[in-house]
């Protein structure tokens, strides 16, 4: 009854057969080797409605399976969807490689996944559409950076173990012995920085990782870089170790119950621990740490290291001066770490306070935060930030809506100035190569052979030596910009609770004063402007 040509059709001997109509033809069909087949139900109706009798019929057609592939965007993927044979020939798996292979894979090739979707081919219906990934890319994964291991306990460590007593109760002021290291002793091991590994696409491209962060060493006083190993810190004389950006360095400590007036002032060259208290006009000046176990009172405490005070900083405002300066200041190169301050001058490069700050005049290089370090929920009141980077607290300001101030990002003032001197420098070395230019000129026309070549040459090395000096002035104006970029990217006021009326907020030339008590919000500079983002 039915028959298939060269070019897969299928053909039904209508003459003999004479089908009663489209239905019985489609059954007969289901029952023949060519159920698969397309049916062509626009043939067998064409037949049925036409007036001359055909000898022969198109009742069906054969289809090849067919495999089509994409590539994702990113190339980091490559699909494949299969169309089912209708009877036709199915896809091996030596004719799908070809085909991927045409599409542009050549990489992340699972042949698991493609022998998964070629079996589709025998259990799902004829003509259906069925899709699955191929080939995989790999991202690329990115290097560590260089860490440090300590070797040994430093003075800031030594401090978060306070001594338990045989009552089971802890010694808040005891620490036992202090941790000491001897000549030869090794500090710390430097973990080099690692390349991470590069990544490709399904279409063969590799993919570069960022090479982690990498530092070098550093070795503060009292410490060598290793002669044997470059990667290895040692000291170099008895005494504590402590920790340095990058490095350690090792002190001689002074310790002492309390400062007052039977000690005198202290000055050290090393770190000081106070055990107690400092009493008012006592000063602590010392080119280590300054570790406070108690309270400063109206006192002065200055550090090349950080400062540490355990308990209270609380000062007053001093009206004998005409300024009326506050009787209470800790000063230092790193940082300043205090559970609470009232009226006292503080000056770091990152300024910590875990609950409170009145009226206390803040100058910080990098940070301000008041509150603990996982939820600023503490209190600045009052007072005035003279310049910080990032401010963040609970609550900024008062409810009564007293006056204070926060200037932000101050030294970007004199990073313009830099810049504008800068601009008026390359000005001025532009016009003496102009000068010099026309000097050329002018040398040009001598008709002395000597003299000419003496004058060109003292020309030459005067516009080699302005020529370096415009570089080296462009090259200083690219680094003013980036630095001032970067510092003003990075100032924001941050109030994790309330930013409350009277605040006059200052970012780098611009100023924004509150009238009203705000929710949670961040004050940033955008757009040349002060903007409140409020928390959702």
Do not use: W
Not at 121 to 132: K, M, N, V
Not at 155 to 178: H, S, W
């Amino acid at each position: 009854m039915f028959k298939v040509t060269k070019n897969g059709q299928i053909l039904m001997d209508v003459a003999s057969a004479t089908p009663p109509s489209q239905a019985f033809i489609v059954e007969a069909l289901e029952c023949s080797p060519y159920a698969d087949c397309e049916v062509d139900h626009d043939s067998i109706a064409a037949y049925f409605q036409s007036e001359v009798a055909e000898q022969q019929l198109l009742v069906a057609k054969q289809k090849h399976a067919q495999l089509k592939i994409s590539i994702s965007e990113d190339k980091m993927q490559a699909s494949a969807t299969i169309t089912t044979a209708q009877g036709g020939s199915l896809i091996s798996l030596e004719q799908a490689k070809k085909i991927i292979v045409k599409a542009g894979v050549c990489r992340g090739y699972k042949q698991a996944f493609l022998e998964k979707l070629l079996a589709k081919q025998f259990d799902a219906p004829p003509g259906t559409e069925h899709s699955g990934i191929i080939a995989q890319g790999r991202p690329p994964e990115n290097g560590l950076p260089a860490k440090l291991i300590s070797h040994v306990l430093t003075l800031k460590e030594r401090l978060k173990q306070p001594k338990l007593r045989e009552d089971g109760t802890v010694d808040m002021r005891d620490f036992g012995a202090l941790s000491s290291v001897s000549p030869g002793t090794l500090l710390i091991t430097q973990r080099p920085a690692t390349p991470g590994k590069e990544g490709f696409t399904v279409t063969g491209d590799s993919i570069t990782p960022v090479p982690g962060e990498s530092f070098q060493l550093v070795a503060g006083e009292g410490t060598e870089i290793s002669p044997t190993n470059p990667l290895e810190l040692i000291s170099t004389i008895a005494g504590c170790p402590s920790d340095i950006q990058n490095g350690m360095r090792v002190d001689d400590i002074f310790t002492i119950a309390d400062v007052n007036v039977k000690s005198g002032h202290i000055e050290f060259s090393g770190s000081v621990i106070v055990t107690h208290n400092v009493e008012p006009g006592m000063k602590v000046k010392a080119s280590g740490d300054i570790t406070i176990m108690g309270t400063v009172e109206s006192g002065e405490i200055i550090s090349e290291g950080n400062i540490e005070v355990r308990g209270g900083v609380i000062g007053h405002l001093d009206h004998s001066d005409n300024d009326q300066s506050l009787t209470c200041k800790l000063i230092a190169k790193g940082n300043i770490n205090i559970v609470h301050g009232q009226y006292t001058y503080l000056e770091a490069r990152n300024i910590y306070i875990q609950k409170q700050a009145n009226h206390c005049d803040i100058k910080a290089l990098r940070t301000v935060r008041v509150g603990l370090e996982d939820n600023p929920r503490g209190k600045l009141i009052g007072g005035t930030v003279f310049d910080a980077q990032s401010v963040t607290a609970g609550e900024i300001g008062s409810p009564s809506g007293a006056t204070m101030s926060v200037f932000l990002a101050n030294s970007g003032v004199e990073i313009t100035n830099k810049t504008d001197q800068c601009i008026r420098d390359l000005g001025d070395t532009d016009e003496q190569l102009e000068n010099l230019q026309k000097a050329v000129e002018k040398a040009e026309q001598l008709k002395d052979i000597e003299k000419k070549k003496m004058l060109m040459a003292k020309i030459s090395a005067t516009q080699i030596h302005y020529c370096q000096q415009a570089e080296a002035l462009e090259n200083k104006l690219s680094e003013l910009d980036h630095t001032l970029h970067e510092l003003l990217e990075g100032t924001q006021l941050q109030a994790t609770s309330a930013l409350h009326s009277g605040v006059e907020i200052h970012i780098f030339d611009k100023t924004y004063t509150t009238n009203r008590s705000y929710p949670p919000c961040t004050a940033k500079l955008a757009d040349g402007q002060i903007e409140i983002e409020f928390k959702i």
